[in-house]
């Protein structure tokens, strides 16, 4: 007996002949909604194309490119200068450039304008922002959007640099911001972020701003590996953001280093505050800040390494203080806080403060102008170690005497002070000195 095999073919031909208009009409609702569906739901990465970009090519602007393009779209820019003024995004796009290409603003608004989520630009230099009283124009602003990406971009002559307004797990990586600030009124930041969060600042170089990072009401941000340097006011600034991390930057040369105010849960670590020096200039200053920490990092060259005012439970652990005017110089309203484990080298005054009484605990630092002894060979000096000495006391009491430094009436007083102890704040003890500098 033959058997026949058939095909899928035949057996929908089949299915088609014996059943009856109802079902046929069923069979292709059901196909035709399965097609819709799975259209739906394909990724747009499947459908989407590859614009290129260049003076000779169809598509010679990247406005037009911009226009054109869809979700998913990638925008690639060929070598050379693009004068596109206001340049809006209003799409899930990617826009890349090969070496040697300039976006020019030409002084309009912001050059970039982002506005949708998922935006990726790279590998582009940006210049040209805009100039107003009453706006805020920058290299690449971004507003209330998600998932933005910039990547290897080189950002000069914007007010400007970043301004990333209402975003949420944004990076800005390995790119650079070089700004036409020439005072605090007209100049701009390098990244400026308000009330975002969970993004992410690494590897990126801000020079000649206002300042050089600024964050206000944003919070659960990683900030690591930046050089922040030369700018008009602070290498970083940032106040009613709580919860953040910022570790391994430098700040070098800026009127004050870093601002930290008005915030809590911050983690301080392995940065380095370097010779922001001026008449009132602060590695870093901490103001109303609380349950944080400062670990590993390095104040050198500072004219006030650490200004801590009214700060609380606050951990200063590990740190190098070499070579500046002042350690750390705290206020009378600055309590409950541990400087343990650092290292005191080559100071004017380690430690300064206003006050005769204080809750903050001073433990196993190293101090070099310790003159005591470890007869127990614990590493540990046996007498305790005056922080403060008598000109340190009153110079924060009273700045104006500083004319006085190593005049012969102040070295006179410190010399009775080492015999007769009695006139500087006895509260202000390292009760265990090391005595040998932690490497």
């Known amino acids: 007996m033959k058997t026949h095999h058939l095909s899928k073919i035949d057996l929908f031909i089949n299915f088609c002949a014996f059943r009856d208009t109802n079902s046929f009409i069923r069979l292709f609702r059901l196909l035709r909604f399965s097609l819709y569906v799975s259209t739906f739901f394909i990724p747009n990465s499947i459908w989407a194309k590859t614009i290129t970009v260049c003076k000779n090519c169809s598509v010679h602007s ?9 979700d998913g779209d990638t925008i690639q820019i060929k070598k050379g200068l693009y004068q596109e003024g206001f340049l ?16 020019d603003g030409l002084k309009e608004k912001h050059v970039f304008g982002i506005y949708h989520d998922h935006v990726k630009i790279s590998d582009l230099k940006v210049m040209g922002s805009g100039i107003s009283d009453l706006a805020e124009y920058a290299g690449i602003y971004t507003e209330k959007v998600k998932h933005c990406q910039f990547e290897n971009l080189e950002l000069v002559d914007n007010v400007y640099g970043f301004y990333l307004s209402e975003t949420e797990n944004c990076s800005i990586k390995n790119s650079s911001s ?4 020439e005072n605090e009124v007209l100049g701009g930041n390098g990244i400026h972020l308000w009330s975002s969060s969970k993004n992410q600042i690494f590897g990126n170089t801000l020079v000649k701003h206002r300042d050089g990072i600024y964050l206000e009401f944003s919070e659960d941000l990683e900030i690591s590996n930046n050089l922040s340097k030369d700018n008009i006011r602070y290498g970083m600034h940032f106040m009613f953001s709580n919860e953040n991390r910022f570790s391994k930057n430098t700040f070098k040369n800026n009127s004050a280093g870093v601002a930290v105010m008005y915030s ?9 505050f370097i010779e922001n020096w001026g008449e009132s200039s602060n ?12 670990l590993k990092n390095e104040f050198k060259g500072n004219t006030i390494a650490v200004f801590a005012d009214g700060i609380t439970h606050v951990n200063f652990v590990d740190n190098h203080f070499i070579n500046n005017g002042w350690g750390i110089k705290i206020l009378g309203n600055t309590d409950h806080n541990l400087i343990k484990n650092n290292n005191f080298i080559k100071n004017v005054f380690d430690i300064s403060t ?57 070295i006179f007083l410190q010399g009775i002070e080492k015999v ?20």
């Not at 990247?62 to 869809?70: D, E």
């Not at 540990?380 to 009273?398: L, R, S």
């Open 264 to 272: 809590k849960k911050i983690l301080m670590e392995e940065n380095q």
């Open 420 to 439: 007769f102890p009695i006139v500087t704040p006895i509260e202000f003890e390292d009760k265990q000195p090391r005595m040998r500098a932690r490497i």
């Open 354 to 410: 206003n006050t005769k009484s204080t809750t903050n605990i001073f433990i196993q630092n190293y101090w070099d102008q310790y003159k005591g002894y470890d007869l127990n060979l614990d590493q540990f000096g046996d007498v305790p170690h005056k922080t403060i000495h008598f000109f340190g006391y009153w110079i924060a009491v009273y700045p104006f005497l500083m004319i006085l430094y190593e005049s012969p009436v102040v």
């Open 88 to 103: 809006t995004i209003t799409k899930s796009i990617t826009i890349e450039g090969e070496p040697g290409v300039t976006i």
């Open 178 to 181: 070089i700004g036409n600030a």
């Open 283 to 294: 590695g870093i200053l901490l103001k109303d800040i609380s349950d944080s920490e400062l």
């Open 62 to 70: 990247v406005k037009q490119a911009i226009l054109l393009a869809n």
